[in-house]
């Protein structure tokens, strides 16, 4: 058996590990706090996150949200067609370093970056993916040892599901892992897995990074910490990110997307509500007398098609379906499904170790997401989810099993001695076995993904958004300051740029501060995010153009607009992003209709210099640019040797 002899990095330790979403933008489990603080670690997933990470819900207004959902914004971004893409920009930061060959940038520790995300059709009425006004976890009570009937089920998941509490994975998702036995031939080190009170085995609430079985909004522990996970979920994968191709490329085939993961399910008696059952492997399962279902993923269900033939008769070259049982079924039967397309697998771009920054050549690490295309054509809302694997050499990461389970087999213990040689006392390693080998995860807040208007189906389309949230650097840590992102974009004539931000009216970074500074360093009113654009001339400068001399807006052609009207004047446009979205148009001249009376520079009460009255975010405008390059500021949170937020688009030919 392997043996500690080296002094390795301090790996365990307090957090400050961590991955942190920029955009779109990560929760780290908050949701409105005015503390630096999250309110509640345990709101809605496990991120094993510092604290202090995180990013408000957006506003729509120029006031908080409060406890109206309807006042929260969601990022909307514009699905991809079949054969036209849109790409948005995945930012992150993750701790301690990922990427790169092992000679010239060495890493202390293997890495693994796993981006995944579930939606949902907009007007589902069960289940529905909600942020809430509210930071408390959602409720679980246990199910009972005996007596555990459909009306014990419905009784405790209505008095549970709280409909102002924040909700990704549903009450039956946890119920399911609450029943389900653990996986027993994982890894555990010399963690001591408890077992559930009265079911008389452990289920899969119990991980070696969660041996306490917490939970966390109705996140499955096991689920979280596993990947592939061997048992059919509601999430889809985008990208798998590791070292190197070789060792994400075995990943791609038994994602979820491609291949069908079985579980053990049976009804309640005279129903269609699903049942959880102990079993989580075949064989046991079907000892026992229930089916094994093999269960696939898909991206939507296609109501139309009724017969196999008639469901594979609509896969195109870039739309495939499949007649197969969705894993949401309550029917175990088959139907007509549109997969999911295959992940990606990337090498993971570099990033040192112990830093929350930027990686090779001083620009933040990112992929490009190619939004899914819905051929139903309807909204969808979703969430976004990234998680952070670290395991280290000290045990073979994919090849150690329950084997080497408990203190006498276990290759890793806590906090070992090591001897020195020298007869004095030995030294003691900072080893915690449930973090030696460990995932980090951060997920966005709701976002939709819209079908696109007839005028922009052609195109790609590219998003330009905010990241960043209001204070100065110390204060905002582990996020960061405001700035454009992407900060230079590269497009055609023949692409589309979706312009759009969000920002929060509660990004006070008040007290509790936890281990960083509280405050909120900024222009206008405290806690409030603002932004806008204007275009500038150069980069070095700080002074934006006074329309007269600007090309960017008449370069620009408004292929869709939020107010509807696309064609309003270049002066129109430049107003209506210099001003947040407050102003849509100079007069009634320029814009007679009913709907833009109260939006008008004539009519409207003067806007606050530094925004402070308009909106906080800006659903946004799609243009088609000339050839050119183009630079733009924003003339709130520009503040030169303080804060630069500046960016450029060039626009080939
Ligand atoms: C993390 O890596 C371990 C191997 O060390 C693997 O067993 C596990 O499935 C991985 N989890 C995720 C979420 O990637
Ligand atoms: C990929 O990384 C692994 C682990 O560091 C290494 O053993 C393997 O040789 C690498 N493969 C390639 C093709 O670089
Ligand atoms: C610029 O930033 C500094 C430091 O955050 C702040 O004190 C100052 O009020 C800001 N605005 C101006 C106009 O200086
Ligand atoms: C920020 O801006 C203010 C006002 O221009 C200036 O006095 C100050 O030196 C700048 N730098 C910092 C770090 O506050």
């Known amino acids: 058996m392997m043996k500690l002899f080296v002094i390795l990095a301090l790996l365990a330790g307090q957090s400050l590990a961590d991955i942190y979403l920029h955009n779109p933008r990560g929760s780290n489990d908050r949701l409105n706090e005015k503390s630096a603080q999250r309110a509640n670690a345990n709101r809605l997933f496990d991120s094993q996150n510092n604290n202090r990470g995180g990013y408000n819900v957006g506003d729509v207004t120029s006031a908080p949200h409060g406890k109206d959902a309807s006042k929260q914004y969601k990022m909307a971004y514009f699905q991809s067609e079949a054969d036209a893409e849109t790409i948005l920009t995945v930012e992150w930061y993750n701790q301690h370093g990922c990427g790169g060959n092992e000679d010239d940038n060495p890493q202390k520790q293997n890495c693994r970056l796993v981006l995944q995300y579930m939606c949902q059709p907009e007007g589902t009425t069960e289940d529905v993916l909600r942020n809430g006004v509210v930071t408390n976890t959602q409720d679980y009570n246990r199910p009972p040892n005996s007596n555990y009937n459909l009306a014990n089920r419905n009784s405790r998941k209505n008095n549970n599901v709280k409909a102002d509490r924040g909700l990704q994975e549903s009450w039956d998702w946890y119920e399911e892992c609450f029943v389900r036995e653990r996986n027993k031939g994982l890894f555990t080190a010399d963690q001591n897995l408890r077992g559930n009170n009265g079911l008389g085995y452990s289920s899969a609430i119990y991980t070696r990074q969660n041996p306490n079985g917490n939970r966390r909004g109705y996140e499955c522990p096991e689920e979280r910490d596993y990947f592939p996970y061997w048992h059919p979920t509601q999430w889809k994968d985008i990208a798998i990110l590791a070292e190197n191709e070789t060792l994400c490329n075995p990943l791609i085939a038994e994602s979820f997307n491609n291949k069908p993961y079985g579980a053990c399910l049976q009804k309640f008696p005279n129903s269609q509500v699903r049942k959880p059952s102990r079993y989580n492997n075949k064989e046991e399962c079907e000892e026992n007398g229930l089916d094994w279902v093999a269960f696939h993923n898909y991206l939507e269900k296609d109501k139309t098609a009724s017969t196999q033939a008639a469901c594979q008769a609509k896969s195109t070259n870039n739309i495939e379906y499949t007649w197969a049982i969705p894993y949401d079924s ?82 890793v213990t806590n906090n070992p001695y090591v001897d020195i040689g020298v007869g004095r006392g030995p030294l003691r390693l900072a080893i915690n076995t449930a973090q030696f080998g460990r995932v980090f995860q951060d997920r966005t807040h709701i976002f939709q993904l819209k079908p696109r208007p007839d005028d922009i189906k052609d195109f790609r389309i590219f998003n330009v958004n905010v990241r960043g949230k209001r204070g100065n650097i110390v204060q905002v840590y582990p996020a960061v300051e405001y700035d454009f992102t992407p900060t230079d974009l590269e497009v055609t004539e023949n692409d589309l740029v979706h312009f759009q931000w969000t920002g929060s009216n509660t990004h006070n970074n008040g007290r509790p501060g936890g281990d960083g500074q509280t405050g909120d360093a900024g222009e206008g009113k405290s806690g409030s995010d603002r932004h806008n654009i204007l275009q500038m001339a150069d980069r070095n400068e700080n002074f934006p153009l006074p329309f007269e001399k600007t090309n960017m807006w008449d370069n620009a052609e408004i292929k869709w607009i939020y107010h509807g009207k696309n064609d309003v004047s270049a002066r129109d446009l430049a107003l209506n992003m210099a001003s947040s979205g407050y102003y849509k148009c100079v007069s009634a001249t320029d814009c007679p209709a009913e709907s833009f009376k109260d939006f008008l520079v004539d009519t409207k009460d003067k806007m606050q210099v530094t925004l402070d009255n308009t909106p906080a975010s800006y659903p946004g405008v799609v243009l088609k640019f000339k050839q050119g390059k183009y630079h733009y500021m924003c003339t709130r949170n520009n503040n030169f040797t303080n804060r630069s937020q500046k960016a450029t688009i060039t626009v080939a030919a």
């Not at 990337?346 to 939004?371: C, D, F, K, Y």
């Not at 899914?372 to 979703?382: A, L």
């Open 330 to 411: 309550t029917t175990f039967t088959a139907e007509c499904l549109v997969k999911v397309p295959s992940p990606q697998c990337q090498e993971a771009p570099w990033s040192r170790s112990n830093h929350l920054g930027n990686g090779i050549g001083g620009e933040m690490n990112t992929v490009q997401w190619t939004l899914p295309h819905f051929p139903s054509g309807q909204v969808q809302n979703c969430v976004m989810r990234m998680r952070y694997n670290i395991s280290t050499d000290d045990y073979d990461p994919f090849n150690t099993d329950s084997e080497f389970n408990g203190a006498d087999n276990s290759p």
